[in-house]
């Protein structure tokens, strides 16, 4: 099916009420909502969406992209204001911009993202937070971060996948990775000090993220040392995956930045 316009749009979104992006039966979805809100926004004009990629349930993002097909031409500011007064409180879209090469594709065109999980090292938080991160207790904090750095530079993630496929491929980059205070994210109900696992790289697999955060409060409830991590990261060990996660509402997409992307995209 052929659209004579295409676009890359920049949404934010909280998850905590959405079960990831993919549309699925019965439960809330991002990109069903989407769509739904595009409906109201573009009339009767046929369209279509793709997001970036696939979240989780729970998972927020402060810049996921999706491409918009549509027949007719949009106007940037009507577009904007109509869809953030038709859409729910918990998204909006922040920016739209014309997509100049045809064959982009958003998925497949090289790009790099930001995770950041947020958590905090006192217990419980006020239920406000429940949203945005997760309470520990009685973690060292100094040992998580050695082991943070850890997962720096290319290994086999093969025990931080969750069903993969035979095409599945393990080895991956990490640009960086650490902890840090958490200065990103601030509310009253937030406890005094809390902290953000940053994880940068080309491309995660599934449920990557949430697995490397278990396995460091496991590091930090000194359930497992710093060689284990080490040891987790090569290619010949035993491959099972870790079957303990951390909640999703932790995790944010922080930023995706697509390369070489001078050319690929004209504002409006």
């Known amino acids: 099916m052929n659209y004579q316009n295409s676009y890359i749009v920049s949404c934010q979104f909280l998850g905590f009420r959405f079960h990831g992006w993919q549309k699925q039966p019965d439960v809330k979805t991002i990109h069903f909502i989407i769509d739904k809100t595009l409906k109201f926004v573009l009339k009767k004009s046929r369209f279509k969406t793709i997001g970036v990629g696939r979240t989780d349930a729970k998972v927020s993002s402060l810049n996921y992209y999706f491409q918009l097909f549509v027949d007719k031409p949009i ?13 729910p409180s918990d998204l909006r879209v922040s920016s739209i911009k014309i997509i100049k ?33 997760t309470g520990f207790n009685n973690l060292d904090i100094d040992l998580m971060k050695k082991g943070a750095k850890l ?30 205070v958490n200065s990103y994210l601030s509310a009253d109900f937030f406890p005094k000090i809390s902290y953000a696992f940053i994880v940068r790289g080309k491309g995660f697999l599934r449920y990557q993220i949430r697995l ?49 992307a001078d050319n690929l995209f004209e504002i409006f």
């Open 212 to 260: 490397m955060m278990a396995v460091l409060i496991e590091l930090g409830k000194y359930n497992i040392s710093l060689n284990d991590i080490v040891n987790s990261l090569v290619e010949d060990n035993d491959r099972e995956p870790f079957y303990v996660i951390v909640p999703g509402s932790g995790l944010h997409l922080f930023s995706v930045e697509y390369l070489e």
């Open 101 to 133: 090469d045809v064959k982009f594709n958003l998925i497949q065109h090289p790009k790099v993202k930001e995770y950041h999980y947020y958590f905090s090292n006192n217990g419980k938080n006020h239920p406000y937070a429940a949203p945005f991160m």
């Open 151 to 180: 997962f720096e530079g290319k290994h086999y993630f093969h025990k931080y996948c969750s069903n993969p496929t035979e095409k599945t491929i393990f080895k991956r980059e990490i640009e960086f990775s650490k902890i840090k």
């Open 75 to 87: 106007d940037k500011n009507i577009f904007i204001n109509s869809f953030n007064l038709n859409s």
